[in-house]
């Protein structure tokens, strides 16, 4: 695909010199997708879409074009090239001018080849990490971080936003729907604005002043049942299990449905609790789920099927193919009113899509009788509680995350566990209603597990299985090796839940737990706990996390890093964090960059160097061995992560989007708001308070994460006879002959330049 494509049309109305559209600097295609031509600018807004079967592209930056103009067809010649090029993906960026005043008009030269960065052969130098002071990103102090490092809610941005965002934004933000530029930001893609999405197609939050999340909490306020209404006349009450809360021990909403089920039970009124988990493939394929998680996810439902079965509790895992995909709430209900229940519950999800849908339910007028209430279980601290004494959110975790303990220290019933479920009397299995629920087979249309879910099929599912383990006990396992295993043993391929070779109790020095504090940055090592997927997932609340640890710390909640678990406790309030950045600024969920100025920085399209990337063939052995980690793992070590990211953002200088939907696609323990978090923590688009210029030297991170390499050798397997600090930079640091013998790249950029390259572009956005 050519790198850059310029593109002159005849205008019939000639466009005063001062108003001649600036180029074009992006093109999103997206394939699939049927839509109108479509022009905002007459609306004073900044997109074009074009539909162009199967195409849609998607212009942004486009500035001041006449409605005249906007309106204007593009000629199909100009597109084939691309079309070719996307027949096998369903996602291209590519670079594109289109101006519609003749190039000699243009206020400067567009050069039509990337910045070539051909790495020169030079001697060791020592390497110099201009990160070195961040190693701890997350608890550095930094002098401008107190409380006034909030921001402004959208409530009280909303119109400095509008204007800027409708001027700077890299994705949709007006009109016609357009499907996902970059899946899993695109939450609620088809927006006119960060409100509106899929599930929320009126123009509710155009005028409004809240979040999603404040409106669906001013709605439960008002729609939702109270404790112990006894709503309606079904007799039984359903627990809707989500996406994030894949557990029977403490979860908030199947514990209340519990106790509804119970006080039904005794006034002698039913009180069967059946439980339901909906399949959303499409939602799944909105959203970037990749196949690992979905394995994970069906696994799971599996094995809580047998456990829900021992406490008479049917488990009814439904396949929801309907379309709209926006009728999942509808139905919910019917399927509530075919089982006899009046009470419905579910803990929220803080993505956009899903807080509309929510919301849709809650005020939708005949719920056939049935009661919906929602509660706060996927976050220790429920998001929009830790607040500045003003109200406003916090955009910098440090701050935030005083605020965030302190909130613990005061209420403590924010770490209580909730109680398990009791069974259903047997008589359950003979009900007329409940007890055909238990065998889902019989059911058909729709119902039942299955084993691999069309259009999510895992070509790795045994071994993602053995790594990640889901049934028997396994996630407590995890967190049992975590807190008593051995630390400092390197354990690349254990399973997660493999007990270390000792097991040295909870209060010794020598514990994975006990070591956290440093063994959490060495990549060889077996220094992290590796219970994301259960946490992203909710095979394991956070809260018991905390009690984990606060049972081994004298029942005090440690937070900060002082010792391993208090660091460790801290990353727990990190992932807390992304939720709350999440649902205080919901924009995060539809592709925008938190920081809106990095909107318009301008990125690299070159598919080789994304793909090398992708495949780990960068020449960087440690972002190499770190991508290919996650190609055979589903999952990266952190500091992996923040390596890999960076070098994507800033060496390579690809759209962070790029990365987080790779990341998205192929993780195990895929999670929207982490992830997302990450991603702009690295591209320096997001909450972390050092400026664009942290950039990370692969090269000293490598000996500082990877010492003896060991971690590389064992996922870049051309590296593996690799002797000494070599492996680190082989490239330099063999000869020429020896290098050439490993069949490994060259570095595909040089490092100092790239830097520069990169401190341009962010110094001034929309630059080359
Ligand atoms: C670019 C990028 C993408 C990421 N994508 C995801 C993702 O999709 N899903 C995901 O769960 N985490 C993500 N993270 C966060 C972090 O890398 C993982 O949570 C961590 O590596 C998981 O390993 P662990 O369970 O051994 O972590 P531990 O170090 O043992 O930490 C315990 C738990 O704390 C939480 N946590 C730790 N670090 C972070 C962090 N930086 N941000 C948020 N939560 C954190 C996680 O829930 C983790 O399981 C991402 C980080 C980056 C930089």
Redesign the pocket.
Known sequence: MPETHCWTAPCANAVPASRLPKPIDRVYLARSIHRRHGCLSCNKRDHLIFDFWPLSIHFTNVQLLSPHRARMPLRASFFRPLLRSVSTTNLITATCRITTTPPHLLPRTYSTSPPTMAPKRRPASPPHDEDEKALDP?LAEHPDEDESETSKPPSQKRQKKSSSSSKRSAVVTGGPKVESQYGSSAYAKSGDDWHRSDFNPSPRGRTDSKTPLQELEAALKTHAPSKHNDAGDGKNVVYWMRMHDLRIHDNRALAHASALAQERRKKKKGGNLIALFVITPADYKAHDRGARRIDFVLRTLASLKKELDKLNIPFVVYTHTDRPRTSIGEKVFSLCKQWNASQLTANIEYEVDELWRDLAMLEQKDKGGVSFSLFHDCYVVPPGRVVTNDGRPYSVFSPWNRRWTDCIAKDASLIEESPDPEANDAGARKDSTVGKLFDLDKLGGGFGIPEELEGFECKDREYMAKLWPVSDGAPKQVLDN?MSGKGGETALDRPANEPSTKDVGGNTKESRLAR?AEG?NLMNENG?????PY??AGLVS?RE?LRRTRALTKGKLQVGRDSGAAM?NT??S??D??GHVLAAWPKVCMGHAFITKYENVKWETSSSTLEAWKAGLTGYPIVDAAQRQCIQQG????RG??IT?MFLTKHLLHDWRE?ERF??LN?I???FA??N???Q??ASTGTDPQPYFRIFNPLSQSEKSDPMGEYIRHFVPELKGVKGNAIHDPYRRLGKAEFEKLGYPKPIVEHAEARQRALRRYKNPGDE
Do not use: V
């Open positions: 997350k975590f956290y959490r992290t706990s590796r219970i994301s946490l992203a956070p996390c460790w990353e727990i990190f992932r964090f992304y999952y990266i070590h952190n992560r923040m990211a990365g990341f998205s993780f323990d895929q999670d982490s992830n978090g990450g991603w923590w690295s």
